[in-house]
């Protein structure tokens, strides 16, 4: 049984996401994406970057900071694209990482979608 960790549990380093993650469920504004796009959804955190890749081709690169439990990422998803600043919040249990960002740039209070939001919330596994 998985238990969701209490507040009062220490933060894991902001090290321990680094890796590759495969995507087990995403969301966005309450909608959930395809089996398709999660076979091919992939993020990897490394060395203070960030890359999502979508068939093995980026689709998004930028750099990522945490500061406790909130995630900021600055990227675009192609070079001549503006820049985004996206603020989100995450949560690390054993091999699964949870990321609920909001692409407003206003980081979300909880791990939810809804219609009329402008979150992308993921459920990822550790695959490397």
Same mark, same amino acid.
């Given at each position: 049984?998985?238990?969701?960790?209490?507040?009062?549990?220490?933060?894991? /380093?902001?090290?321990?996401?680094?890796? &590759?993650?495969?995507? *087990?469920?995403?969301?966005?504004? $309450? @909608?959930?994406?395809?089996?398709?796009?999660?076979?091919?959804?992939?993020?990897?955190?490394?060395?203070?970057?960030?890359?999502?890749?979508?068939?093995?081709?980026?689709?998004?690169?930028? /750099?990522?900071?945490?500061?406790?439990? &909130?995630?900021?990422? *600055?990227?675009?998803?192609?070079? $001549? @694209?503006?820049?985004?600043?996206?603020?989100?919040?995450?949560?690390?249990?054993?091999?699964?990482?949870?990321?609920?960002?909001?692409m407003d740039g206003v980081a979300p209070e909880n791990f939810a979608t809804t219609t009329n939001s402008q979150?992308?919330?993921?459920t990822y596994r550790r695959i490397a």
């Amino acid at each position: 049984m998985n238990q969701s960790p209490s507040p009062h549990d220490p933060l894991p /380093s902001p090290h321990a996401i680094e890796g &590759t993650w495969a995507a *087990v469920r995403l969301e966005y504004a $309450g @909608e959930a994406a395809p089996d398709m796009v999660l076979e091919k959804t992939e993020v990897v955190f490394r060395d203070g970057s960030y890359t999502v890749r979508f068939g093995g081709e980026t689709s998004f690169h930028g /750099s990522y900071t945490i500061s406790g439990d &909130t995630l900021h990422i *600055v990227g675009r998803r192609d070079p $001549g @694209e503006p820049v985004l600043a996206i603020r989100g919040i995450y949560q690390l249990v054993g091999n699964r990482l949870r990321i609920c960002l909001g692409m407003d740039g206003v980081a979300p209070e909880n791990f939810a979608t809804t219609t009329n939001s402008q979150h992308y919330l993921g459920t990822y596994r550790r695959i490397a």
